[in-house]
């Protein structure tokens, strides 16, 4: 089949056309306003504690040339089980058209997740995006913060839990 290169309907809702593995659901926005479509799982895995397992959710995607899709987690699962995303958020490249799939990580140290299929996993944004023309200069410009950086205006006060600090 020859790709077709899909024209945003508007800036503020572009058209994204969807293939769907047979049984799975189009990602969907829960409640007007909201800016993540929830995506399902097409398997079931069950997440023994800390471990992390790559799983589909039976939806491709043709994301229009100037949009990316981000893979994010949802907040109840991470709150609730302590089910994140190791890589969130996921990068959906406008030209990638293979299944999405959701890089699922069990944060909690205990209790094992159970995902069914069809359960909602995780939400996928879709936005716009810039592609810079990066162009090699012998010196930047001058700027207030400068070189200034990694906590320089100051935080809060912690432990050295990492023990990387000097
Ligand atoms: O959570 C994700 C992240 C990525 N992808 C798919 C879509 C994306 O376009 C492609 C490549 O992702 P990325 O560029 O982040 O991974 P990479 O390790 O750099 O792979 P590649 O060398 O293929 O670019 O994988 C997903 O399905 N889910
Ligand atoms: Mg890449």
Same mark, same amino acid.
């Given at each position: 089949?020859?790709? +077709?290169?899909?024209? &945003?309907?508007?800036?503020?809702?572009?058209?994204?056309?969807?293939?769907?593995?047979?049984? *799975?659901?189009? &990602?969907?926005?829960?409640? &007007? %306003?909201?800016?993540?479509?929830?995506?399902?799982?097409?398997?079931?895995?069950?997440?023994?504690?800390?471990?992390?397992?790559?799983?589909?959710? !039976?939806?491709?995607?043709?994301?229009?040339?100037?949009?990316?899709?981000?893979?994010?987690?949802?907040? %109840?699962?991470?709150?609730?089980? %302590?089910?994140?995303?190791?890589?969130? &958020?996921?990068?959906?490249?406008?030209?990638?058209?293979?299944?999405?799939?959701?890089?699922?990580?069990?944060?909690?140290?205990?209790?094992? @997740?159970?995902?069914?299929?069809?359960?909602?996993? *995780? +939400?996928?944004? @879709? +936005?716009?995006?810039?592609?810079?023309?990066?162009?090699?200069?012998?010196?930047?410009?001058?700027?207030?913060?400068? *070189?200034?950086?990694? %906590?320089?205006? !100051?935080?809060?006060?912690?432990?050295? *839990?990492?023990? +990387?600090? !000097?």
């Amino acid at each position: 089949m020859v790709e +077709q290169r899909v024209a &945003p309907e508007s800036a503020a809702h572009p058209r994204v056309e969807v293939a769907l593995a047979p049984g *799975a659901s189009l &990602p969907a926005y829960a409640h &007007p %306003g909201d800016a993540g479509a929830d995506l399902a799982s097409a398997e079931d895995v069950v997440l023994e504690p800390g471990r992390r397992a790559l799983v589909g959710t !039976g939806v491709s995607v043709a994301i229009p040339d100037g949009y990316v899709g981000l893979v994010h987690p949802r907040s %109840g699962l991470a709150h609730r089980a %302590g089910l994140s995303i190791v890589n969130a &958020p996921g990068t959906v490249d406008a030209g990638y058209r293979g299944e999405i799939k959701v890089n699922l990580i069990n944060l909690d140290p205990d209790t094992p @997740i159970e995902i069914h299929r069809g359960d909602r996993i *995780a +939400q996928l944004l @879709i +936005q716009p995006v810039s592609r810079a023309a990066f162009v090699a200069v012998e010196s930047l410009d001058a700027s207030a913060r400068g *070189a200034a950086g990694f %906590g320089s205006t !100051g935080g809060f006060s912690h432990g050295s *839990a990492s023990g +990387q600090e !000097g």
